[in-house]
């Protein structure tokens, strides 16, 4: 069975599928990197909560940065965030965001309930 959450015309916030919770693209508010990847994460948290899963469950991410040039500045947040010992697979790239104001996006995978 397949679950969708929060679903609009052009996409779901969550959907669900056998135990795994697939989240859609965040982004954050903040005029600095370290700001919105903060922001972004805090969003994130509560989407794997709505999901019934959490930071400890993740088990890929996704991170594209608008400038690879950020990328220590995104990761030392990301560093914080990330339980010890419950590091998922992650990939980060440099790509151009739906809005030049926007520095990061992060895209989740994880295991719920």
């Known amino acids: ?64 940065v608008s400038d690879m040039a950020d990328f220590a500045e995104m990761n030392a947040v990301w560093d914080a965030w990330v339980p010890a010992g419950h590091a998922p697979a992650r990939a980060c790239g440099e790509a151009k965001l739906a809005r030049p104001s926007l520095l990061v996006e992060v895209i989740v995978t994880a295991a719920c309930d």
């Open 1 to 64: 069975m397949i679950e969708r959450m929060e679903t609009g015309q052009r996409m779901s916030k969550i959907v669900k599928h056998n135990g795994v919770a697939y989240l859609c693209g965040q982004v954050g508010s903040g005029d600095t990197m370290a700001e919105q990847t903060q922001d972004c994460l805090s969003r994130v948290d509560a989407l794997l909560e709505q999901a019934g899963s959490s930071r400890t469950r993740i088990l890929q991410a996704i991170v594209w």
